[in-house]
């Protein structure tokens, strides 16, 4: 059902490993009927360290949507009209450079788009306005200001800023990829950036990105090839940091 919207005081998008939010408490769930279908799942909505915090699992609770076929649209859409202001996307990713090996947390400035296929703005509909939105600055820089503030005060680790390239997925990337992506300036790769971001900017939306290194990207590491177990093992461990930082999120 469609609920009136209520107030939110930050939004987080869940990606890889991160299907429930810990510690959100009185929690209540809604289904948000979108023009652009359903979205990945219920909206939980709840209590956590004083916030009111709205929680939506980008690939769904059982992690059934691959990074291609997410409904982005209809994710935003649904944060959006249930009052959501400040949105986290927390983001898995693989390392391109050097400093951002496995279980390193980043707070990107900066994207590229490498996607193809997607549903990439609301104005994809007969009749929507054409909106020319400014996309030079992708995240909203008060809100990254706010996470990095964050992350110290709880005493976590981050790398303040970084290129985030958006792949299409959900295999992972040839080296030859990687290396191409490397030349163009890219410090990380994941499959779910976009048009996550830009949707959020159409909508007005502050928006700030969580990336999670899960390994480092084809070619950028020691191991002749990526483990998937190992992937998740270090997905789990930079996962577990997240409440943490966001907890310690300061007023705006």
């Not at 107030?7 to 023009?35: C, M, Q, W």
């Not at 652009?36 to 992690?63: C, M, N, T, W």
């Not at 390193?104 to 990439?120: A, C, M, N």
């Not at 104005?123 to 706010?146: M, W």
Request: with cysteine.
């Amino acid at each position: 059902m469609t609920s009136t919207p209520l107030p939110i005081d930050l939004a987080v998008i869940g990606g890889s490993g991160l299907y429930k939010f810990p510690g959100l408490e009185n929690t209540t769930r809604h289904r948000v009927d979108t023009p652009y279908g359903p979205a990945s799942g219920d909206v939980v909505i709840g209590d956590f360290a004083g916030k009111r915090v709205a929680f939506l699992a980008r690939h769904g609770e059982s992690h059934t949507l691959p990074p291609h076929r997410v409904n982005y649209r209809a994710n935003l859409w649904a944060l959006h009209s249930l009052g959501t202001r400040r949105v986290i996307g927390v983001n898995a990713v693989g390392g391109i450079r050097s400093d951002m090996g496995p279980r390193v947390i980043v707070v990107p400035d900066q994207l590229i788009d490498y996607t193809h296929g997607r549903y990439t703005s609301f104005c994809d509909v007969d009749g929507a306005e054409v909106k020319h939105i400014d996309f030079s600055e992708p995240y909203t820089e008060s809100l990254r200001q706010r996470l990095l503030a964050a992350a110290s005060a709880a005493g976590v680790a981050v790398i303040a800023g970084g290129c985030y390239g958006a792949t299409q997925g959900p295999r992972l990337e040839t080296r030859a990829e990687i290396a191409r992506m490397k030349r163009d300036g890219c410090d990380l790769v994941g499959m779910t950036g976009m048009p996550e971001a830009s949707l959020a900017r159409e909508l007005e939306l502050e928006y700030a990105c969580l990336a999670l290194v899960a390994n480092f990207a084809a070619g950028c590491g020691d191991e002749a090839e990526i483990s998937i177990e190992e992937i998740f093992a270090h997905l789990a461990a930079a996962t577990a940091e997240v409440p943490r930082i966001l907890a310690a999120m300061p007023e705006s």
